[in-house]
């Protein structure tokens, strides 16, 4: 198929997404020998790599995690940083794109606009922005969970007569803080990195933050193309046991009880996850971090002092690293409408209660699936290890009922019920519902808290997916 502007056509599959999600969908389908197109409103393939290239915006995972699995990919392309930034992941999904052959299978600079399934013949029709329609007997949305940005209300910002700049809506051109009075607003991750470049080159810096943010050190490497190559056993290795752990890591949690160590033991098990940086204070930590008070609390007062000792203004201690925890520790991270046959949309339905069966469809969305969403884990799981592990399932399952004949498929209401008191089961358990953070939905204002994740890691949740 070629998606020329204001062409109509009809496919087997419509996905929409270029990130790794999507890309790894649509390569999966064309190796099924399916009729299917991917269509992406950015410049080029990679998704909120290609959107996001604010000063200072890199990977959380070490590469040799975030990044195909395909020896193809993985043998022929070469990382210089052990956390990669939005300068090499863009000719890393562009490699992608090449070597999988996907160029002539995909659309950019068109957006979806709406989408509504005919009952009767079985198909979605979808619209884009270039005039596009398509009709599909599938549609998988792999946008993620980035792709629109909340922007904030402050009163007078229309009328700010300076520079002004959203961290998800970044120029492509160089922005130059050099000489340069710089205000940033907000110390989440995108605030966090985006400071630390401001502050190499503006005359004169301030931040403006609402809540401390618990950062860890990241631990930043660099590799020649010669060192990069010798790490690829290594690479391989890691790869295989990331899909054996919580969280899609190199690493996973320790899940001996903390109540059963000795003073002694838990201060050694803080001090080296602490030292071998990155996310394994979080992720390679004990798995009673996320449910138990007492051993988060330990946490938080190690994390504490060790930042304390980076502070050297003493009016500043308790501002960035204040005595008692501002949330729990690790429970924050350190449009488009579709009509139902009832003329909904799936904002209706969410707006009323989060509904999804596994995090990949909604009751009422025949022949829709989605990744990387709300109650699937990939909030707490690897990138790449996410898109991998749903695409999947999500191309297995289409196949599997074209095999069998069906022309139809939804999740029922029941199923997806039965999964959202999952979710919430396990999520209460938690500590997260203690903090207001996006993984509650409190990013958004006016939002109704609810869990979005699935809290119980990959291994669960795939012997939940195997289950189906």
């Known amino acids: 198929m070629t998606a020329e502007s204001g062409s109509r056509a009809e496919l087997d599959v419509i996905v929409v997404g270029a990130g790794f999600s999507g890309l790894y969908i649509l390569h999966e389908f064309l190796k099924r020998k399916y009729c299917v197109h991917l269509f992406d409103d950015g410049e080029g393939p990679g998704g909120t790599w290609d959107k996001n290239n604010y000063p200072g915006a890199r990977v959380d995972s070490e590469v040799w995690v975030y990044q195909f699995t395909d020896p193809e990919i993985r043998q022929n392309f070469s990382f210089t940083e052990k956390f990669p930034s939005w300068r090499e992941l863009k000719p890393y999904f562009n490699f992608v794109a090449d070597k999988w052959e996907l160029r002539s299978h995909m659309t950019f600079g068109t957006r979806l606009e709406g989408a509504s399934f005919d009952s009767d013949e079985g198909l979605w029709t979808a619209r884009f922005s270039n005039g596009t329609t398509c009709r599909a007997r599938h549609l998988v949305l792999a946008m993620g969970s980035t792709t629109t940005p909340v922007l904030p209300k402050i009163a007078g910002i229309e009328t700010f007569k300076g520079d002004s700049y959203h961290s998800a809506r970044w120029p492509k051109g160089e922005v130059s803080f050099a000489g340069k009075r710089v205000a940033v607003i907000g110390t989440g991750a995108s605030g966090v990195q985006t400071i630390q470049e401001a502050s190499k080159t503006a005359d004169h810096l301030t931040v403006y933050q609402r809540t401390p943010n618990l950062a860890l050190p990241m631990g930043q490497e660099t590799y020649s193309e010669q060192e990069y190559a010798k790490m690829g056993p290594l690479i391989g290795s890691a790869m295989d046991y990331s899909k054996k752990t919580f969280g899609g890591f190199a690493y996973d949690l320790d899940y001996r009880p903390w109540a059963d160590r000795s003073p002694a033991e838990k201060e050694e098990a803080l001090r080296r996850n602490w030292d071998q940086k990155g996310f394994r204070f979080w992720l390679g930590a004990p798995s009673d971090l996320f449910f138990d008070e007492e051993c988060n609390r330990d946490h938080y007062n190690f994390w504490r002092d060790q930042i304390r000792k980076r502070i050297k203004k003493e009016s500043l201690i308790e501002l960035l690293a204040p005595t008692e925890p501002p949330h729990p ?121 609810e869990i979005q994740p699935f809290v119980g890691g990959q291994l669960a949740y795939k012997a939940a997916l195997d289950e189906e």
């Open 329 to 449: 520790f690790g429970a924050k991270r350190p449009c488009l409408e579709q009509w139902d046959d009832a003329g909904r949309t799936i904002k209706d339905i969410w707006d009323e209660k989060y509904l999804t069966y596994l995090g990949k469809m909604v009751p009422g969305f025949p022949n829709l699936m989605f990744t990387y969403a709300l109650q699937s884990p990939s909030a707490f799981l690897n990138g790449p290890t996410a898109a991998e592990l749903e695409g999947d399932w999500v191309v297995n399952t289409v196949a599997n009922l074209d095999e069998d004949g069906v022309r139809r498929y939804e999740a029922s209401y029941d199923a997806a019920h039965r999964w959202a008191e999952k979710c919430n089961e396990v999520g209460d358990m938690s500590l997260l519902p203690k903090a207001k953070s996006w993984y509650m939905g409190a990013n958004v204002p006016g939002k109704r808290p």
